[in-house]
Every structure is written in structure tokens, then in C-alpha cells.
């Protein structure tokens, strides 16, 4: 008998698995796709040659995960490319703000009005970032704070609206640049948490970038995978998991899925019903005759680059996807643009590029043209450089990863206190009804994103599990 089984190949299975298997346990992954990744995954979608990330592309939280950074992932492959800049803002007038290494730099893109503002709320807690993160990313108790002062602190901060936050600031470029960080987390800029959520990525970039893999993000996915073979851990790709009896026997039962296929597999019935699934993303995937023809200079080294004119626009496009129930009409655009820093992801003079905005559950209709529209206010041109484009919206992105129901690549609506109490109102969330069994998706905290804190978290609720019963 099998100690763990682990079900879901994706970032938070393999790093469950990896944690699970260091500590002597005897473990096994089966996933239902035909290679490891979840939503950190590289296919040619377009054109050959053209090497494209289907979900998560730039990785300002993997490369500072405590988990991550406690393996030795590099020896199987995994190299961090910085791009010259983390992340730049363009505005209609040509200019751009920056979220840059350097916290003088980035006040200095906002304007003598807001730069000391910036500084007095990002500063402070860069000296213990490390600290910080690790707390943070435990939250709700897997462990007891190691810094509880400074999360204190960081909580009196973060802890209001983003919009709250967002008063600090005098001029609308620290505002704008602000609201888009908000926006990765798909959650409107008026709930609670939001201004953390800013804050977090904010102080990532400024302590360790906002860098890709080199290659795609399969890179990190191959990379947590090779390490869990050398572990003696197993891996089986192909194998579709619909109750629990297509399992082999074990102790425990490790789930890397959305809790309704969690329910639905483990038999738990109504056990999630309350869990709310949020807005989904519209993405291209587009393959490039040359780079994106930015007007503002900034734009143009940097990783990855937000799409919106103001904070006003960036937070009408969100309420519109949801809580109006609609597509906006001047969608908030994340891009990611890998070839800057790796041109191995296209030939020679081409590039890849990928944009997403947001758009309600479920949608059914095509945002292609509302993208383009705004990618053409900022990069006058774009259209003329498309080679080819992969298109997914919320059907195709379940379709690709089960975990995105609806779309929503978040694993659950990042709003309310369910940013942070997920999938459940509990200090246990990775336990399930079933003594035996747990889940580790994004669906738990700390949420969202490639950084394997899930995983990491729910491994200790397992191994604590199993050393009771020893």
C-alpha cells in the first residue's frame, strides 16, 4: 500500500508529492492529461517553432516560493530569465509607469506626487520579505507566524479595499499600475484583501523580479517532476480519475483539483456546495512577424506589460465581468511577452505574445476584437505583426484544465474572505470530510498562481495525518 496518492499533476500535486516523498513517504501522481503541468504548461498553439505558455506565464511568485526555493530545481532544468523590466504600464499619451527591481525607480515612473507615497507603503516591509511571504503564504495556521509583528503591520495595510489604498496616491499613473495588480487575481478592486493582493506582487518584483523560465513554463512543471522521480516518486500521465476506486491503495488521498471534482470523485456530496467560482479569462495566444510595436519605450523590454488607461477603466472592466454578468467593453489586458528574454520560444526575428482579459463564468462569446482594439491603443500597428492566433475562452480553458471551471483560472472566485478562507470557512482547509482524504489545488491557500504554497501546505496536513497513525 501506497502511502500518498496525489491526483493532479499540476504545480501544487507535483509539490505535494516532491514534499511528501523528502520525507520518506512512499508516492504516486496520476493526471488525465498526457503530460504533467496544469497551468503551467508549454505547446506550440499557433505556428511551429512557436512556443507558447496555455495559462501562467511570468512567475514573480514562483521564483520567491518559499517551497520552490527550498528545492534544488535547478539541477532538473528550471533557469529564471529576468527581462529588463518586471512589468510596465502604458497610458494613452505614450508615457508608462514601471513596476521596476529598483522601488526608486518605480516611484520615480509615477511622478514626483506620488513617489514618496509609494516608498512609505512598499519600503518598509522589503527587508523582511522573506519572513513575510513565508507567513503569509501559510495563512490560515499551517504554521505559526515566524514574523507575527510585521504581518500585523502588512495586514493594516493590506487588509482594506485596494481601492482604500489607492487614496495614497494623488495622481492616476501609482493608480492605475496599482489597480492592474489587483486585477491578476481576476477580483474586483473594492473587496477586502485587495490591497495585499497589490502589495504582494509589488514587493515580489522588487525583491526578485517578475522572471520566466526559460523554454515555457512546462519548465517548471518537468523540473518538480524530474526531482520527484529521484525521490523514488512515481508519475502517471493519461489517467483519468473518476472515483476514488481508480486508485491504487493508500493511506492517503491528495487532490490538485477543484473542490466539485473533489466532491464528485471522493463521493463528499454536498460537502463544497457553497464554493463560489469566479470571472474567466479570454486569452490569445498570438504568434509575431516582430516585436509589439509599443509607442511607449518602456513597454518594450519589459516581461510582462498591463493594459488599461486608468484605474477607473481597469476596475469597470472587472465589475463588469464579475458582477454585471457582461464582457467590457474596454477589457483590462494582461500580456506576457517571452521572447524579449528568450528567443528560443520563436525563429529567428519572430516572437510569441499572449493577452487575456476578463469576461463573466461560462461566457460563450468572442472578446478577440475588444482585445485587439485595446492592444492597437497602446501598440499602434499590432494587427499588421499577427502571423497566427490561438484563441481560448472560458469553454476551451476548462476544456484544457479541468480545475478552470467555467474559465476562471483561478480555482474559485479570489473575492470576499474567500480570497483567503478557501475552499472553506475552516483553519483546516486542506482536510476534507474524508479522514483520508485532502486537497491541494489553488482552491486552498494561499490561491492562485504557480508557487506550489498549496501543495506545500496541504503535504504537512497529510504527513501530520500519517505520522499520528504510525
Given at each position: 500500500m501506497l502511502?500518498?496518492?496525489?491526483v493532479?499533476?499540476?504545480?501544487n500535486?507535483?509539490t505535494?508529492?516532491?514534499?511528501l516523498?523528502?520525507r520518506?513517504?512512499?508516492?504516486?501522481v496520476?493526471e488525465a492529461?498526457?503530460?504533467?503541468?496544469?497551468?503551467?504548461?508549454t505547446a506550440?498553439?499557433?505556428?511551429?517553432?512557436?512556443?507558447?505558455?496555455?495559462?501562467?506565464a511570468?512567475?514573480p511568485?514562483?521564483?520567491?516560493?518559499?517551497a520552490f526555493?527550498?528545492?534544488?530545481l535547478?539541477?532538473?532544468?528550471?533557469?529564471w530569465?529576468?527581462?529588463?523590466?518586471?512589468?510596465a504600464?502604458?497610458f494613452?499619451?505614450?508615457?508608462a509607469?514601471v513596476?521596476?527591481?529598483?522601488?526608486?525607480?518605480t516611484?520615480?515612473s509615477?511622478?514626483?506626487?506620488?513617489?514618496?507615497?509609494?516608498?512609505?507603503?512598499i519600503?518598509?516591509?522589503?527587508p523582511?520579505?522573506?519572513v513575510?511571504?513565508?507567513?503569509f503564504m501559510s495563512?490560515?495556521?499551517s504554521?505559526?507566524?515566524?514574523?507575527?509583528?510585521t504581518?500585523a503591520?502588512?495586514?493594516?495595510?493590506?487588509?482594506?479595499?485596494?481601492?482604500w489604498?489607492?487614496?495614497?496616491f494623488?495622481?492616476e499613473r501609482a493608480?492605475a499600475l496599482?489597480?492592474g495588480?489587483v486585477a491578476?487575481?481576476?477580483?474586483?478592486?473594492?473587496?477586502?484583501?485587495t490591497g495585499?493582493?497589490?502589495?504582494v506582487?509589488?514587493?515580489?518584483?522588487?525583491?526578485r523580479?517578475?522572471?520566466l523560465?526559460?523554454?515555457?513554463s512546462q519548465?517548471?512543471?518537468?523540473?518538480?517532476?524530474a526531482?520527484?522521480?529521484?525521490l523514488?516518486?512515481?508519475?502517471?500521465?493519461?489517467?483519468?480519475?473518476?472515483?476514488l476506486?481508480d486508485?491504487?491503495p493508500?493511506r492517503?488521498?491528495?487532490?490538485?483539483?477543484?473542490?466539485t471534482?473533489l466532491?464528485?470523485?471522493a463521493?463528499?456530496g454536498?460537502a463544497?456546495?457553497g464554493?463560489?467560482y469566479?470571472a474567466s479569462a479570454?486569452k490569445i495566444?498570438?504568434?509575431l512577424?516582430?516585436?509589439v510595436?509599443w509607442?511607449?519605450?518602456?513597454?518594450?523590454t519589459a516581461g510582462?506589460v498591463?493594459v488599461g488607461?486608468s484605474?477607473k477603466?481597469?476596475?469597470?472592466?472587472?465589475?463588469?465581468?464579475?458582477?454585471?454578468g457582461?464582457?467590457?467593453?474596454?477589457?483590462?489586458?494582461i500580456?506576457?511577452?517571452?521572447?524579449?528574454v528568450?528567443?528560443?520560444?520563436?525563429?529567428?526575428g519572430?516572437?510569441?505574445f499572449?493577452a487575456?482579459?476578463?469576461?463573466?463564468?461560462?461566457?460563450?462569446g468572442?472578446l478577440?476584437?475588444a482585445?485587439e482594439?485595446?492592444?492597437?491603443r497602446?501598440a499602434?500597428?499590432?494587427r499588421?505583426r499577427?502571423?497566427?492566433?490561438?484563441?481560448a475562452g472560458p469553454?476551451?480553458?476548462?476544456a484544457h484544465?479541468?480545475n478552470?471551471v467555467?474559465?476562471?483560472?483561478?480555482?474559485?472566485?479570489?473575492?470576499g474572505?474567500q480570497?483567503?478562507?478557501?475552499?472553506?470557512l475552516?483553519?483546516?482547509?486542506?482536510?476534507t470530510p474524508?479522514?483520508?482524504?485532502?486537497?491541494?489545488?489553488s482552491?486552498?491557500?494561499p490561491?492562485?498562481g504557480?508557487h506550489?504554497m498549496s501543495?506545500?501546505?496541504?503535504a504537512?496536513a497529510v504527513?501530520r495525518?500519517?505520522?499520528?497513525?504510525a
Open positions: 502511502d500518498a496518492v496525489v493532479g499533476a499540476g504545480p500535486g507535483l505535494a508529492a516532491v514534499e516523498a523528502r520518506g513517504f512512499s508516492v504516486a496520476f492529461k498526457g503530460t504533467v503541468g496544469g497551468g503551467a504548461r506550440e498553439l499557433t505556428l511551429p517553432g512557436f512556443r507558447h505558455d496555455p495559462c501562467s511570468a512567475h511568485l514562483g521564483i520567491n516560493s518559499p526555493r527550498a528545492m534544488p535547478d539541477r532538473y532544468g528550471l533557469e530569465l529576468q527581462p529588463p523590466l518586471p512589468m504600464h502604458p494613452p499619451d505614450g508615457t509607469a513596476l521596476s527591481r529598483s522601488v526608486a525607480e516611484a520615480a509615477f511622478g514626483p506626487r506620488d513617489a514618496g507615497a509609494y516608498r512609505r507603503l519600503e518598509p516591509f522589503l523582511q520579505w522573506d513575510l511571504l513565508r507567513d495563512l490560515p495556521m504554521s505559526l507566524p515566524r514574523d507575527p509583528v504581518l503591520r502588512f495586514g493594516l495595510a493590506g487588509l482594506p479595499p485596494s481601492t489604498l489607492m487614496r495614497r494623488r495622481d493608480r496599482f489597480a495588480l491578476h487575481v481576476i477580483a474586483p478592486l473594492d473587496g477586502i484583501i495585499g493582493v497589490g502589495m506582487f509589488a514587493l515580489a518584483a522588487h525583491a523580479g517578475w522572471p523560465a526559460r523554454g515555457g519548465s517548471i512543471s518537468d523540473a518538480l517532476a526531482y520527484l522521480k529521484d523514488g516518486g512515481t508519475v502517471h500521465t493519461d489517467y483519468e480519475v473518476k472515483r476506486d486508485l491504487p493508500a492517503a488521498y491528495v487532490f490538485d483539483t477543484s473542490p471534482a466532491a464528485r470523485i463521493g463528499l454536498r463544497y456546495a464554493y463560489r469566479g479570454f495566444d498570438y504568434a512577424d516582430g516585436p510595436p509607442t511607449a519605450e518602456e513597454p518594450r510582462t498591463q488607461a484605474s477603466e481597469i476596475g469597470a472592466a472587472l465589475h463588469a465581468a464579475s458582477r454585471e457582461r464582457a467590457p467593453d474596454a477589457p483590462f489586458l500580456t506576457v511577452q517571452p521572447s524579449v528568450d528567443p528560443s520560444r520563436a525563429p529567428a519572430k516572437h510569441v499572449w487575456y482579459g476578463h469576461v463573466p463564468n461560462g461566457w460563450n468572442d478577440t476584437d482585445i482594439r485595446q492592444l492597437e497602446f499602434p500597428g499590432f499588421d499577427v502571423l497566427a492566433r490561438a484563441t469553454p476551451e480553458l476548462a484544465n479541468a478552470y467555467g474559465g476562471d483560472i483561478a480555482c474559485g472566485a479570489a473575492s474572505l480570497l483567503l478562507l478557501r475552499p472553506k475552516s483553519l483546516s482547509p486542506y482536510t474524508h479522514p483520508a482524504v485532502f486537497i491541494c489545488s482552491a486552498t491557500p490561491g492562485p504557480v506550489g501543495g506545500h501546505n496541504a504537512k504527513w495525518r500519517l505520522r499520528s497513525q
